[in-house]
């Protein structure tokens, strides 16, 4: 791809945006016939995806603009029903690439599994019993899916922890065990699952107790991603408001979610509204990704922030996002569902890590988008602007009239359905 910047996108015809992307080799004419179909999922193969299938629920997919991350321009294909989260993500990542773009990394691509060991008569024992047979465990582990080995991954390592050692818990003890498995490609479930139930007679074993559960863990803390940005204040100045003056309020905001749960709570909300689309657009599992956002958000005892804002000492703006990812590239419904294929197309990354570092980007983005609204106009002004299609749609409002009465309400700011009912009736006279 030569660049994510297209200027005037928003503006063109639906049919015109298309015409654009598989001119500029994006999407091959098999491709855009899976956009032009009314029913991209065709109703056998989501038969076969879950159970009691009836139907197919659309969202709308739209692109993210001008992302350009660690050198490399990105189209983000992002599946959100919400107004303003894809102009937004697409505003901030114009502002972010003229600074220099995003800069990201990743830990790698180490998952977790965990053995819940109840009933054991010495849990110290237990623990350093399992300890000592580690690497055992490790060997056993990678047998029970061999396949991952061959392509470069597999069990790395395993530790154990003791939960409800105090005397005043009100749970029972149990002996936890930790195993980190390298996935590659893939989220891993079904390979960290195999895995842990192939353990599971051998801990049995080891520890005398009895395991019960042997599953993943959607907080995979040796799997994080990582997005920075540096943006000069000049590059900030928003209307009457200066580059320094949203540069100090962004920070601010910042500083209440960092301290206070409940704006935290939606300040990170604001985040994942970034980042779901993406996830929800290439097949993956938004739910595991949501689920391990919020618990590294408190992972230090508190909820709080997931990103941070500061400046630095030539004035700039710095922010930055790190969050675990557990995705893949491969496996599920990526290979599945066609949007999803063509999801992965239009992002040409090369690996989940690739991925997880692109996703991230977006969640900063995006954060960033809110907190400068927040700073300068306010959210809604631009939010209720977008919105207001959405209520002349609601209205009954059809073809040329979506825009007229769109207009009407922004004009006079009233973005309500009952005002745009009485303007539908109004120019249908």
């Given at each position: 791809m030569e660049t994510s910047r297209i200027p005037g996108f928003y503006n063109m015809t639906v049919e015109e945006r298309r015409q654009l992307l598989t001119s500029m080799d994006l999407f091959t004419e098999d491709d855009t016939a899976y956009l032009f179909s009314k029913q991209p999922l065709a109703i056998d193969t989501a038969d076969n995806m879950i159970e009691n299938v009836i139907g197919t629920f659309p969202l709308p997919l739209g692109l993210g603009l001008n992302f350009l991350i660690n050198g490399k321009d990105y189209v983000i294909p992002m599946a959100i029903e919400e107004p303003s989260v894809v102009a937004s993500a697409s505003h901030i990542a114009k502002i972010v690439r003229d600074a220099g773009g995003f800069t990201t990394e990743a830990t790698g691509r180490v998952m977790t599994g965990q053995i819940q060991v109840v009933g054991c008569p010495d849990f110290h024992a237990a623990k350093e019993a399992v300890l000592r047979k580690k690497d055992r465990l490790l060997e056993a582990a990678d047998n029970a899916y061999p396949s991952l080995l061959n392509r470069g991954g597999g069990a790395e390592d395993l530790d154990v922890r003791i939960l409800n050692e105090e005397a005043d818990s009100k749970y029972g003890q149990m002996l936890i065990v930790h195993l980190y498995v390298d996935t590659r490609d893939a989220m891993g479930a079904n390979m960290i699952n195999t895995m842990a139930e192939s353990l599971a007679p051998v801990i049995e074993d080891l520890t005398d107790g009895k395991v019960y559960l042997r599953i993943l863990s959607n907080y995979p803390e040796r799997c994080l991603a990582r997005a920075r940005c540096v943006i000069p204040p000049n590059r900030l100045q928003t209307g009457e408001f200066s580059g320094e003056y949203v540069r100090d309020g962004v920070i601010h905001a910042y500083e209440f979610a960092a301290s206070d749960p409940y704006r935290a709570v939606t300040h990170n909300k604001g985040i994942m509204n970034g980042i779901d689309p993406i996830v929800i657009a290439t097949g993956n599992d938004w739910r595991a990704v949501e689920a391990g956002a919020h618990a590294h958000a408190a992972r230090d005892g508190m909820y709080t922030s997931m990103t941070a804002w500061s400046r630095d000492e030539h004035g700039n703006l710095v922010g930055e996002l790190e969050l675990p990812m557990s995705i893949g590239t491969v496996g599920g419904s990526i290979r599945v569902h066609p949007i999803a294929k063509l999801a992965h197309k239009l992002l040409n990354v090369d690996s989940a890590e690739e991925l997880a570092q692109v996703i991230v980007a977006v969640g900063l983005a995006q954060n960033l988008?809110?907190?400068?609204?927040?700073?300068?106009?306010?959210?809604?002004?631009?939010?209720?602007?977008?919105?207001?299609?959405?209520?002349?749609?609601?209205?009954?409002?059809?073809?040329?009239?979506?825009?007229?009465?769109?207009?009407?309400?922004?004009?006079?700011?009233?973005?309500?359905?009952?005002?745009?009912?009485?303007?539908?009736?109004?120019y249908k006279k």
């Open positions: 988008g809110a907190l400068k609204a927040l700073a300068t106009d306010g959210i809604q002004k631009g939010h209720m602007a977008l919105h207001s299609r959405s209520v002349a749609i609601a209205a009954g409002a059809t073809g040329e009239m979506i825009d007229m009465i769109s207009q009407r309400l922004i004009d006079e700011n009233e973005i309500r359905v009952g005002k745009a009912k009485e303007l539908v009736e109004e």
